[in-house]
């Protein structure tokens, strides 16, 4: 079972997506904050991290930068969950080291096959590397 962390400061939307992805059978670990996220992120080891960009202490770009500085995290996947559509945005996030951006709102099933996608992407460059 993949293990997503998901970072969001908004505890009905956290909720929504938690209650999503449980339902599509993943485990799911919650931050409340960018720099939490980073901490749960290196103790937890989760197949994938799906990060609000505007949150408190810390902004999602700002904790996907030292993820990705971290060689214990470098490699975890981080999916960025905006409702801040802008081009600059989404460059942004893709240069911080996202590997991609889902814009907010979005429909449960959609969020489901997209998850599926970039962890089977993901497993698939793992076993070439």
């Given at each position: 079972m ?14 929504l997506i938690a209650?999503?992805?449980r339902f ?8 409340t904050n960018?720099?939490?996220a980073?901490?749960?992120a ?14 408190p ?6 904790a996907?930068r030292r ?10 996947p981080?999916v960025?969950l ?9 460059q942004?996030?893709?240069e911080?080291?996202?590997?991609e951006?889902?814009l907010?709102?979005f429909?449960p099933?959609?969020l489901i ?8 992407r993901?497993?698939?460059?793992a076993t070439k590397g």
């Amino acid at each position: 079972m993949s293990r997503i962390l998901v970072a969001e400061d908004e505890k009905d939307i956290r909720e929504l997506i938690a209650f999503t992805l449980r339902f599509a059978g993943f485990d799911v670990i919650l931050a409340t904050n960018g720099a939490e996220a980073i901490e749960v992120a290196a103790a937890e080891k989760p197949d994938l991290i799906l990060m609000d960009v505007r949150m408190p202490k810390m902004s999602g770009y700002e904790a996907c930068r030292r993820l990705k500085e971290n060689p214990q995290t470098a490699l975890l996947p981080v999916v960025f969950l905006s409702a801040k559509g802008q081009d600059s945005e989404i460059q942004q996030g893709l240069e911080s080291g996202a590997e991609e951006y889902i814009l907010k709102p979005f429909a449960p099933d959609e969020l489901i096959q997209q998850v599926r996608d970039i962890l089977n992407r993901h497993a698939q460059r793992a076993t070439k590397g």
